[in-house]
């Protein structure tokens, strides 16, 4: 049972575009929701979260957004950069839970 | 400062041996977690820690998989009579406080287990 999915195993996009990463979730009890990014033979590194009080949320070329009716979120990254290539992880999570539950991840590839 | 640290950063080893895996949380972080990957796929919890207590173990796959924690600091995981099946990446978390948004999890480098 896979309470959070990442439906595309890979993206490949060009430099200077934008890159769309999404992520589908099914538990309703979910109360925020994280994006990691992570390198070979690295752990995962935090880049972004989102209440579900939110419907986006900003930080420099990454934003995230939330549609908790679609129970769907998206990581937007702009402009896409080499060294955004990566393995891309959504989680979820409840301020009640310690624990995270993990997508299957995307592998992001950005072409110079 | 420092982060998260795992030793061994490798372990290989032969089915039905038993092994342990060392964490090192960030210094004040009360809560710990062990995630495992297997190849190709999602992180999957195993147990998480709230000072030395586990209040959360539902993930641990088997009775051959046990966690400690001392001290509110180093946690080791134990996996008894290691299977084929046990070959992953462990890895290890940190975070501040028990739960809320802004207290993101902080990941160790993990431990890459191999049962021959």
């Known amino acids: 049972d896979q309470q959070v999915k990442q439906n595309s195993p890979s993206l490949s996009v060009q430099e200077g575009r934008i890159s769309i990463l999404n992520c589908d979730y099914t538990n309703s009890m979910f109360d925020y929701f994280l994006w990691y990014k992570k390198y070979p033979a690295e752990g995962p590194t935090f880049l972004i979260s989102i209440s579900s009080i939110k419907d986006k949320n900003e930080d420099g070329r990454f934003t995230v957004f939330l549609n908790k009716s679609a129970k769907h979120l998206s990581l937007h990254i702009v402009p896409s950069q080499p060294g955004d290539s990566a393995v891309y992880f959504c989680a979820a999570g409840g301020t009640s839970y310690g624990k995270l539950t993990f997508g299957q991840g995307t592998i992001l590839t950005v072409h110079p | 400062g420092a982060g998260v640290s795992q030793s061994p950063s490798n372990k290989v080893t032969e089915k039905g041996k038993d092994v342990e895996l060392r964490c090192d949380p960030i210094s004040g972080h009360t809560a710990l977690y062990w995630y495992r990957q297997r190849l190709g796929q999602g992180l999957e919890f195993l147990i998480y820690f709230q000072g030395n207590s586990a209040p959360d173990k539902s993930g641990l796959p088997s009775d051959r998989f046990s966690a400690e924690r001392t001290g509110e600091s180093v946690s080791t995981l134990t996996i008894q009579r290691t299977q084929q099946e046990d070959s992953a990446v462990y890895l290890c978390?940190?975070?501040?406080?028990?739960?809320?948004?802004?207290?993101?999890?902080?990941f160790g480098p993990g431990t890459r287990l191999t049962v021959l």
């Open positions: 978390a940190s975070r501040l406080s028990r739960g809320g948004l802004g207290n993101e999890q902080f």
